[in-house]
């Protein structure tokens, strides 16, 4: 089993590597979960036997997707760990958004085969850590790994809360990716996938501590911004969607030109809810797409 890490240098994306570890590791003590994709949270334990995932039904974990090869890639148990190989497959297998050949797995990776992610486990009280990754899935999204529309919700809540007892400002940001369907349609849904994931990166890195960011459907996302109101909100959304123009998205070695639209309101009087701010938001979302797109548009307060 090798120590290096293959991949294609014509193929550029975004990677997180966990720090290595050399500890053997009881095959019993490790598990493959599912955090994005069908069977959300299925576990599957990884013993000495090799584990092969594909679209065929004599795989041990099937995958009817398309972008899935019959036999796609093979979990093996080595000395030191377990490893994962592609077996050939077409669109290629990920661990942590890098394409690999082979690559022995450590705690916290995440595998990827079309559009399915699996998290890979490994520990002396694995249980525990599966129920941990459980919980994390109900308030986070797998894919983008920013937090999911459920959280958002909630959290949304608790905001206009706060803003009525106390009489404290906050913004809200909704935003989405510009014809993402033609992303979709011209370059095939594992880049449209690849560009959320990329997306969700750039977004994370770009906001405060305490600000709340959420995917809150297929291209759409939104950020809360406590105590900020809407100059401050203006100037996150600006730099946004400057920034995102400014990344290079690419999935494949193919560069993909992406850009948002940006809504942002403020709460504020005749604000009574949290489905007012959202429409407030939404409304002006809608007027930057109406407007050219690859823009910012708010609410103006009563």
Same mark, same amino acid.
Request: charged content about 30%; aromatic content about 6%.
């Given at each position: 089993?090798?120590?290096?890490?293959?991949?294609?240098?014509?193929?550029?994306?975004?990677?997180?590597?966990?720090?290595?570890?050399?500890?053997?590791?009881?095959?019993?003590?490790?598990?493959?979960?599912?955090?994005?994709?069908?069977?959300?949270?299925?576990?599957?334990?990884?013993?000495?036997?090799?584990?092969?995932? #594909?679209?065929?039904?004599?795989?041990? =974990?099937?995958?009817?997707?398309?972008? +899935?090869? !019959?036999?796609?890639? /093979?979990? %093996?148990?080595?000395?030191?760990?377990?490893?994962?190989?592609?077996?050939?497959?077409?669109?290629?297998?990920?661990?942590?958004?890098?394409?690999?050949?082979?690559?022995?797995?450590?705690?916290?990776?995440?595998?990827?085969?079309?559009?399915?992610?699996?998290?890979?486990?490994?520990?002396?009280?694995?249980?525990?850590?599966?129920?941990?990754?459980?919980?994390?899935?109900?308030?986070?999204?797998?894919?983008?790994?920013?937090?999911?529309?459920?959280?958002?919700?909630?959290?949304?809540?608790?905001?206009?809360?706060?803003?009525?007892?106390?009489?404290?400002?906050?913004?809200?940001?909704?935003?989405?990716?510009?014809?993402?369907?033609?992303?979709?349609?011209?370059? #095939?849904?594992?880049?449209?996938?690849? =560009?959320?994931?990329?997306?969700?990166? +750039?977004? !994370?890195?770009?906001? /405060?501590? %305490?600000?709340?960011?959420?995917?809150?459907?297929?291209?759409?996302?939104?950020?809360?911004?406590?105590?900020?109101?809407?100059?401050?909100?203006?100037?996150?959304?600006?730099?946004?969607?400057?920034?995102?123009?400014?990344?290079?998205?690419?999935?494949?070695?193919?560069?993909?030109?992406?850009?948002?639209?940006?809504?942002?309101?403020?709460?504020?009087?005749?604000?009574?809810?949290?489905?007012?701010?959202?429409?407030?938001?939404?409304?002006?979302?809608?007027?930057?797409?109406?407007?050219?797109?690859?823009?910012?548009?708010?609410?103006?307060?009563?």
């Amino acid at each position: 089993m090798t120590d290096e890490r293959t991949t294609n240098p014509n193929k550029t994306v975004i990677t997180v590597v966990g720090a290595p570890t050399a500890k053997k590791v009881d095959a019993r003590e490790a598990c493959l979960v599912v955090i994005y994709g069908e069977d959300l949270g299925r576990r599957i334990p990884l013993g000495s036997e090799p584990v092969v995932i #594909g679209r065929s039904s004599r795989c041990e =974990v099937q995958l009817d997707q398309e972008s +899935v090869s !019959r036999n796609h890639c /093979r979990i %093996d148990r080595g000395p030191t760990g377990f490893a994962v190989r592609d077996l050939g497959s077409t669109n290629g297998t990920y661990v942590n958004d890098e394409l690999v050949d082979q690559m022995d797995l450590r705690d916290g990776d995440q595998l990827k085969v079309g559009r399915t992610i699996l998290k890979f486990i490994v520990g002396g009280n694995i249980e525990g850590q599966y129920h941990e990754e459980i919980y994390r899935l109900m308030t986070m999204d797998g894919l983008t790994q920013v937090h999911n529309k459920r959280y958002f919700d909630e959290m949304l809540e608790r905001e206009v809360s706060r803003a009525r007892r106390y009489d404290r400002a906050f913004s809200l940001i909704l935003f989405d990716i510009d014809h993402f369907k033609k992303i979709n349609d011209t370059y #095939g849904h594992l880049a449209g996938d690849a =560009v959320l994931r990329q997306l969700g990166n +750039v977004v !994370r890195k770009s906001v /405060r501590r %305490d600000d709340v960011v959420a995917r809150t459907g297929g291209e759409e996302f939104g950020i809360l911004t406590p105590e900020i109101g809407l100059t401050g909100a203006l100037d996150l959304a600006h730099k946004l969607n400057r920034l995102v123009d400014d990344t290079a998205f690419e999935f494949e070695g193919t560069r993909i030109e992406v850009t948002v639209s940006c809504g942002v309101a403020t709460w504020a009087p005749p604000f009574e809810s949290g489905t007012a701010i959202v429409q407030a938001a939404d409304e002006a979302l809608y007027e930057a797409k109406r407007t050219g797109r690859n823009r910012v548009c708010h609410h103006e307060p009563a």
